[in-house]
């Protein structure tokens, strides 16, 4: 496939906020893993602190979101089950309790500029 944050079939707020909302999340993570936003869009897996910031990303998408794993597969051309094995991996990482303060700070930000891409508050 293409470029990431492709558009899908979407659900909640529509499709133009979900779009933006991955792009947001991919530079978000490109920013705090130290990777350039070119490499996390590329159809391989790449180095793995590459990798780890595009499971991330997924992981934000989907919870913040409530996408689906098909629908986030689809933004980041990734498949459903690829999602599914980096948001594993993200959520046992969250075990670690400075990886999980991370992303909690990560996943306020995505959601205040949600809220304020949409006009209102998360």
Do not use: K, N
């Not at 979900?18 to 792009?23: E, L, N, P, Q």
């Not at 350039?36 to 793995?48: A, E, K």
């Not at 089950?81 to 930000?109: I, K, N, P, S, W």
């Amino acid at each position: 496939m293409g470029s990431s944050c492709m558009p899908g079939t979407l659900r909640g707020s529509g499709g133009t906020l979900d779009v933006s909302a991955c792009r947001f999340a991919e530079t978000l993570m490109a920013a705090t893993f130290g990777v350039r936003l070119p490499d996390l869009r590329l159809p391989r897996r790449g180095l793995c602190r590459v990798a780890q910031a595009r499971q991330a990303a997924m992981y934000l998408i989907h919870v913040t979101r409530g996408l689906t794993l098909t629908e986030v597969g689809a933004h980041f051309s990734r498949d459903r089950t690829t999602v599914a094995h980096g948001c594993a991996l993200t959520e046992e990482r969250r075990d670690e309790q400075a990886y999980d303060r991370l992303m909690e700070c990560l996943e306020f930000a995505l959601l205040r500029w949600i809220g304020a891409f949409a006009g209102a508050r998360p």
